[in-house]
Nanobody
Framework: QVQLVESGGGLVQPGGSLRLSCAAS????????MGWYRQAPGKQREWVAI???????NYKDSVKGRFTISRDNAKNTVYLQMNSLKAEDTAVYYC???????WGQGTQVTVSS
């Protein structure tokens, strides 16, 4: 059974940085496409970034140049480095494989002064 555990969220001021982690068990991250998603209050969950088995990445337009998705195969973990954070980045962030498995609990990111 696949289990995904997100961590690294918190409260940060606009312009600040956070690095989110997604530890996976029950599946090997380097063998599947994995994505980061987020859900803001009152909005639908949206994808933010993906990384393929070959290491190719793609990003939602609004985070290009600010967010970086990466993978540590030895730790079976995927990361999301978030720089130059904005208030509109405030959301609960989730990771998941594509096709999706069960969702984890997510990690809250709040960008506020």
């Amino acid at each position: 059974q696949v289990q995904l555990v997100e961590s690294g969220g918190g409260l940060v001021q606009p312009g600040g940085s956070l690095r989110l982690s997604c530890a996976a068990s029950g599946s090997i991250v380097r063998t599947r496409v994995m994505g980061w998603y987020r859900q803001a209050p009152g909005k639908q969950r949206e994808w933010v970034a993906i990384i393929t088995q070959g290491g190719n990445t793609n990003y939602k337009d609004s985070v290009k140049g600010r967010f970086t998705i990466s993978r540590d195969n030895a730790k079976n973990t995927v990361y999301l480095q978030m720089n130059s954070l904005k208030a509109e980045d405030t959301a609960v962030y989730y990771c998941n494989f594509i096709p999706q498995d069960s969702w984890g609990q997510g990690t809250q990111v709040t960008v506020s002064s």
